[in-house]
């Protein structure tokens, strides 16, 4: 039986893995916003969430994807054979 503190480790660990998840299916849609100079329609806790996980970064004042980012992008863009 597993304890009460596993069971609350577990249930973060699958937070964690949902919000990486909707954060990565919401890219395109974040990536288009940024394409149009519109990235004020970016939620900021999704922008805040983007530079922690390395897909967004800030240069000169602006946001852009990072190689990682672009990499994810790329994923989840292109559509499955």
Same mark, same amino acid.
Request: aromatic letters at 4%; proline letters at 2%.
């Given at each position: 039986?597993a304890?009460i503190?596993?069971t609350?480790?577990?249930? %973060?660990? &699958?937070a %964690?893995?949902?919000?990486?998840?909707r954060?990565r299916?919401?890219?395109p849609?974040?990536v @288009?916003h940024l394409?149009q100079?519109?990235?004020g329609?970016i &939620?900021?806790?999704?922008?805040?969430a983007?530079?922690?996980?390395?897909w967004?970064?800030?240069? @000169?004042g @602006?946001l852009?994807?990072?190689i990682?980012g672009?990499n994810?992008?790329?994923?989840v863009?292109?559509p499955?054979?």
């Amino acid at each position: 039986m597993a304890s009460i503190s596993q069971t609350r480790a577990s249930a %973060k660990v &699958d937070a %964690k893995a949902a919000e990486r998840e909707r954060l990565r299916q919401a890219l395109p849609a974040t990536v @288009g916003h940024l394409r149009q100079h519109q990235a004020g329609r970016i &939620d900021d806790n999704d922008i805040e969430a983007y530079v922690q996980l390395n897909w967004l970064e800030w240069h @000169g004042g @602006g946001l852009r994807l990072t190689i990682t980012g672009r990499n994810v992008y790329a994923q989840v863009a292109t559509p499955a054979a």
